[in-house]
């Protein structure tokens, strides 16, 4: 019964050291967010064709993201929440930037499909059409800004870049 009882007291005493070194992370339940990074892939000719967009998050109560099957309201489609990554361009147009009227939306998956941690940090990168830009370039200059939304709608900060040069056909 002693040894029981010893060996009790040693596996709570582990339990509370190994507790004692798990890191105890606690976030906003707003999504806060930091811009990463930006590149392009080029064709054969050597044009830039797709941009990637990559930002850091953390988020409180792990909410971050959108299923396939949310489509109704407030995701439906054509509403203000159908997206809920949004990047607006700017171009580099008589030495100001000026934005490019159609903004770049874009939803993100389910990024805690089971719900498991609340707090969630990590990194999403966004796969950007650069042909549909040059639709509308009028310079090769370009900044970007961007913030996503939560499933309970809580708006993220915004992130702004620097200037960046893109070699489009």
Not at 28 to 54: C, H, L, Q, R
Request: net charge negative; charged share 20%; aromatic share 12%.
């Amino acid at each position: 019964m002693k040894s029981k009882i010893q060996f009790f007291l040693l596996a709570v005493v582990a339990l509370v050291i190994v507790s004692g070194c798990i890191e105890q992370r606690e976030y906003p339940i707003e999504p806060i967010i930091e811009f990463k990074s930006f590149s392009t892939e080029k064709n054969v000719a050597g044009n830039d064709v797709t941009g990637f967009f990559t930002i850091s998050f953390t988020d409180g109560d792990g909410d971050i993201g959108l299923t396939q099957s949310d489509t109704f309201p407030p995701y439906n489609p054509g509403s203000e929440y159908y997206y809920n990554f949004f990047i607006t361009f700017y171009q580099m147009s008589g030495g100001v930037f000026q934005p490019i009227t159609e903004p770049y939306n874009s939803r993100i998956p389910d990024i805690n499909p089971t719900g498991i941690d609340k707090d969630l940090k990590g990194d999403i990168q966004i796969e950007i059409d650069l042909s549909i830009l040059s639709l509308v370039l009028t310079s090769d200059t370009i900044r970007m800004d961007a913030y996503i939304v939560d499933r309970a709608l809580h708006k993220s900060n915004i992130v702004e870049t620097g200037a960046f040069v893109l070699d489009l056909p």
